[in-house]
């Protein structure tokens, strides 16, 4: 969990941990420099499964996560962000995908979208459509296995689990396409995560998110042939251009966001 000023949301995110059906866990909190009472909330707990990492000073969800995966013990791997919440069977009914499917390295699940007082939208929900291995589906922005965070990781050998501490946006994208090849994919029907949907969250922040894009294509274009890459481009010019012309109420900027995505 790498956290930065959520002290409003990170009770009920530690709470969902420690209510887990699956008690076999580690929870690791790296606290990236946050300057709210985070920190105090976090203190409270004392757990011994509960390892707390406090950074000085704010580097990023991506170098607050390969911090966190330095000092993991475990088998697997899953990420939460501190202000979304894991019902209560989310570990085990990812873990026994795990176990009844050895030769699976990811397992994914539903996620449920909530506001801000973890009451869920109506209708709104994600469920994976797919098995097998990803890397096509993710190299297209294919929703079938895409979410976020919600994948659960199997630790292998001759792999860096690292995300590159470069970006800020699409860091999750670019850090599963970075382990998928040649690996398998699987999902349980079951909800493995409540994802607040905030106001003020990462995603909404439409300059983050089209700067996220371009350096997604930009380190992209180095391992992958062009023709590889064209779907991707597409979807996110479609992406862009609606954000800035329906969200964002600002026509120039979806034109000039389609100029520079049909450069790379």
């Not at 076999?24 to 203190?43: A, Y």
């Not at 697997?76 to 499917?101: A, G, M």
């Amino acid at each position: 969990m790498a956290t930065y000023n959520a002290a409003q949301y990170i009770a009920d995110a530690i709470d969902s941990v420690l209510s887990q059906s699956y008690s076999n866990w580690e929870l690791i909190i790296v606290n990236d420099g946050s300057t709210d009472h985070t920190d105090s909330i976090v203190q409270k707990y004392t757990d011994n499964r509960i390892k707390h990492i406090q950074s000085k000073t704010n580097k990023g969800v991506s170098h607050a996560r390969n911090l966190a995966i330095s000092h993991m013990r475990g088998s697997f791997i899953c990420f939460l962000d501190s202000d979304d919440v894991l019902p209560v069977n989310s570990i085990v009914s990812r873990i026994e995908i795990f176990f009844k499917k050895p030769d699976v390295s990811f397992v994914d699940g539903c996620v449920e979208y909530v506001n801000e007082d973890l009451v869920p939208l109506h209708k709104k929900k994600y469920v994976p459509d797919f098995r097998g291995i990803p890397l096509d589906l993710l190299l297209t922005l294919d929703r079938r296995c895409m979410f976020g965070n919600t994948w659960m990781i199997k630790v292998e050998s001759n792999t860096a689990y690292k995300f590159d501490q470069d970006m800020t946006h699409s860091e999750d994208l670019f850090f599963y396409i970075s382990i998928a090849e040649s690996r398998l994919y699987d999902f349980t029907t079951q909800t493995v995560l409540l994802y607040r949907n905030r106001v003020n969250s990462a995603m909404k922040n439409t300059y983050g998110l089209q700067r996220g894009y371009e350096k997604l294509l930009e380190k992209l274009k180095r391992k992958f042939p062009s023709k590889s890459l064209m779907t991707l481009k597409k979807r996110i010019i479609r992406i862009m251009f609606l954000t800035w012309l329906i969200e964002e109420k600002n026509p120039y900027r979806a034109i000039i966001a389609i100029i520079k995505f049909l450069r790379y």
